[in-house]
DNA sequence: CTTAAAACCTATTGACATACTAGGAAACTA
DNA sequence: TAGTTTCCTAGTATGTCAATAGGTTTTAAG
């Protein structure tokens, strides 16, 4: 499955965020670029995308930085992703209605539809609670998310 | 889920050809096109790489055209959508085992392989026997596949 | 009040893939 | 021999990606 940076980052990123912010501290940009190999520009980027969809807050200026703008367990994976990208979960143009190209209609109904359903109802049926404490079982880092 | 015109087209064009080969007959690309409303130029560039994969045969000049070169149940799913494009159901690249980049390995591991898997599971366990006969219903034409 | 740190905003760029169009060559059949 | 079909290659416009770059604003600390 192709998948861009942009995405890839940017759920790198919002784990990062919630692995790292200790009792409500934040996480700057800078240290999400050094910890996970990416450059701070390009991530300054990314990271809007996931406050526009309201999945973190940022705080300016000195001592500053990122995190979660509420509970891990109330944010699904398909939100993320549509937040990063919102073709990933989406079902392709549908073919009109018009008697015309039933076979297209078809095509669409019986592959591309059911396909885009796996992933949709995969990423909504996990939390990034859930998510980041399994990643968090396999980083074995000390951890102290802003949970539950 | 973002799908290109290639393998969409592909798809419809190989469900076209299984439909409409009757008994061994031959479907022409020019006849894919008017009743896919497809490109013709572009059918004929599409159709090469199911022919690569071993999908279908092709037979030139007049009479010639496409069709299956085995039993429809025989062909899965995956194996037209890798044909048509080899990076759509492939894990993305796996972050090598260094010791660093734990966590990304992680999010691969629990998230883009996971969804990769569910793509793949899905195509693999439906033939293209299967696919062209939900199909066929919807379409209610008349139709004798190159069939079992 | 100054300074440094942080997010924020916008522009630019090179590379790449897509989605075709086009023109003809080769093969085959009637 | 003629016409039909696949096959091959090239070109092109468009868009997205994946950054890089440079600066502005906000904020907290000293």
Redo the contacts with the bound molecule.
């Keep these: 499955m192709k998948v861009?940076?942009?995405v890839e980052y940017g759920v790198l990123a919002l784990t990062d965020i919630a692995l790292h912010s200790e009792n409500g501290s934040s996480v700057?940009?800078?240290e999400i670029s050094k910890r996970q190999g990416i450059?701070k520009?390009?991530l300054?980027?990314i990271?809007?995308l996931l406050?526009q969809a309201g999945l973190i807050k940022?705080?300016?200026?000195?001592?500053?930085?990122?995190m979660l703008s509420c509970k891990a367990t109330n944010i699904k994976m398909s939100d993320v992703l549509d937040a990063l990208?919102n073709t990933i979960l989406e079902d392709i143009d549908n073919v009109p209605a018009d008697g015309q190209r039933e076979l297209a209609r078809a095509v669409n109904e019986f592959l591309w539809e059911k396909l885009n359903g796996l992933l949709r109802s995969f990423t909504e049926g996990m939390s990034l609670f859930e998510f980041v404490q399994k990643c968090a079982d396999r980083v074995a880092d000390g951890w102290d998310m802003y949970v539950i």
């Design positions: 861009s940076t942009r700057s940009a800078i450059s520009k390009y300054e980027q990271l809007p406050k940022a705080q300016k200026g000195l001592g500053g930085g990122y990208d």
